[in-house]
């Protein structure tokens, strides 16, 4: 019943239905959400080493305040939800165990799909730890169905591998991902650029892809082969927020330009694209001997609320200014968040909304 | 106006003059407070290192605790506010600039009295860095002197040394303190128990103080000497909280058992104490290969609110548990601090209580 498998052998009559088929598209971050799901740090991975405090004291910092917004399940290994409870505040979050190897959910979990009449599901495409690059992976490639579970959604599982930040869509049919990642041989190298496209549009709803050519340098090697949400977000309808450098210097000044070019564009529904940009941060923020990966628009739109990613210092004050007025009608909280970058992300790396449903069912129902 | 010296060769009139003649006495933590003051880690010592970062989030966490009881306002060096309004949320505190050399305010700054009508004043102890400990220590030696400024309140100073963390007072004429701070030759090498007695009584408006023996061993070498709040607090009149250990193989039980002997006892109003005993962290907390001080009494009384040092793991689970039970009519809250005690202490060591007062003048006046 929780279980509406794209492919499934035990339920041929739903063998090669999509979300699509079945009425559901991706909402927009941007759209109003039941609540934001974050998953805990886990002590294994060997990158957070002497700042595993850090990370739980930084995690924390994003958990709460995303809950100033909208509520918060933290998802956290067997045995380390008290840990989670402990750093985020007993009643400020939920917490919810399960078996994790990492703590990326946007890029490990699944993406929730909505259909007009507010019923949800989980479109489930497979996670292959951004090409093999951390093992193991095993439990972190079935969040997905055992949030299937907890959430009580059907869940459509997808073979192709695609992570949540290699995308971003509007909720009225357009997706912008980036060639750079979707089209990198550690990915889906049986599948062509069509074959992506035609499963991004039967699993998320959406009827037009916008290819950008690439993230920021920092980024691609060697994390996650450029996502694009290092570098744009759909913040409202025909609205994408867009990463920029002025100096032709910058190693990044070629990608961002030729990102510009390719959005300057229409999107499924025939509207001329607004490009609001925003220049990255001036200067790296280092930690532990590292320039770190993370930029402003690695931000989560909450409900009323975008939390941004800071380096914590004066540093962030054009930016946030800036963000103040590019988003009037939410209020903008930054968060130091130097450990996230330190491990290769930045707030929306480590969060996925559920967007608002139907009417959640009474305890004892279903 | 703002500065009634105790022995000011510039107003011989007021000379020996103690808050205690002026009607001042020093009410308990467990008493309403106007604000909660807290320094912000300063990126000049040494030993946070590599911490710093985690100080600042750990920092942060505690202002953020406290805020949900009672206004905070942190302290940071010239330069260093916005850090700190970036940690906590810039709507979290109020941020005050003041030339700082440390952050233990509770030791460095200086103890707020109040009169019957609700006037305050600082009663205002020299500060030496626990014995010369740490250099330089000038600003800290000062910040009674910058606050009085800044909360517009007279001021006391007194030529003893002396460290807020080494006294707890129950607001109605009762003190408790340890001999192995404040008679220790680094302090007041010159004064005799009685002096240092007497002068307990005219600055902090106290009848009767009660000796123990000693703090905790892990406390003694290097850090306070052993300061009372790693041991002892009171929670209300006539009552003590106390840390025991049950093991008699425990490095403290016979200073803690001795002290407990000692908390036999009446205070200023003839009233037996009662003594509320609670266990120690079953393990000490290690961080960067050092087992940190860290006790759950060195807590701070917010305003309905308890906010308690923890090591965020299940061994907190029997202390946050009892501590319920000690404070039904307050909320409990655990903030993870190992970072706080790497660097020496609890969250006690780090806040200081401004008790509410009379009607605070409208802006203009004064």
């Not at 869509?169 to 889906?188: F, K, M």
């Not at 950008?212 to 450029?226: A, F, H, M, V």
């Amino acid at each position: 019943m929780t279980d509406a498998a794209y492919d499934s052998p035990r339920d041929p009559g739903r063998a090669r239905r999509s979300p699509r088929a079945d009425g559901y598209r991706m909402p927009a971050e941007f759209e109003p959400h039941e609540r934001c799901l974050i998953a805990w740090p886990t002590r294994t991975r060997a990158y957070w080493a002497e700042s595993y405090m850090l990370a739980q004291h930084t995690y924390a910092a994003v958990a709460r305040a995303i809950a100033r917004f909208e509520p918060v399940t933290v998802l956290a290994r067997p045995g380390e939800g008290l840990e989670a409870r402990s750093y985020c505040g007993f009643d400020a979050v939920d917490v919810v165990e399960m078996p994790l190897d990492d703590s990326w959910i946007r890029d490990s979990g699944p993406n929730v799909v909505r259909r007009p009449d507010g019923a949800r599901a989980l479109a489930d495409f497979a996670f292959n730890s951004w090409g093999e690059r951390y093992v193991p992976y095993d439990d972190d490639a079935r969040i997905g169905e055992m949030l299937a579970g907890h959430l009580r959604l059907p869940r459509y599982a997808s073979p192709m591998v695609l992570e949540g930040g290699s995308i971003t869509v509007d909720g009225e049919g357009t997706l912008i991902t980036t060639e750079s990642c979707l089209l990198h041989p550690s990915r889906n190298p049986d599948m062509t650029r069509d074959e992506i496209e035609r499963e991004l549009r039967n699993f998320l709803g959406v009827d037009k892809v916008i290819w950008l050519k690439s993230g920021l340098g920092l980024d691609e090697d060697p994390d996650t082969d450029g996502h694009v949400d290092g570098v744009a977000a759909f913040i409202g309808p025909a609205r994408v927020l867009l990463h920029m450098v002025r100096d032709p210097r910058h190693p990044d000044f070629e990608n961002l330009s030729e990102n510009r070019r390719r959005l300057e564009t229409t999107d499924a529904l025939g509207r001329p694209l607004e490009i609001v940009e925003l220049d990255l941060r001036s200067r790296p923020v280092r930690l532990g001997g590292k320039d770190l990966v993370e930029t402003y628009v690695n931000f989560y739109q909450a409900n009323g609320g975008v939390v941004v990613p800071t380096a914590g210092t004066a540093d962030d004050l054009p930016a946030l200014e800036r963000l103040g007025k590019i988003f009037p009608d939410r209020a903008v909280v930054g968060v130091p968040t130097a450990a996230v970058g330190y491990g290769g992300g930045g707030i929306h790396c480590i969060t996925q909304q559920v967007p608002a449903g139907a009417a959640t069912p009474a305890r004892g129902e279903g």
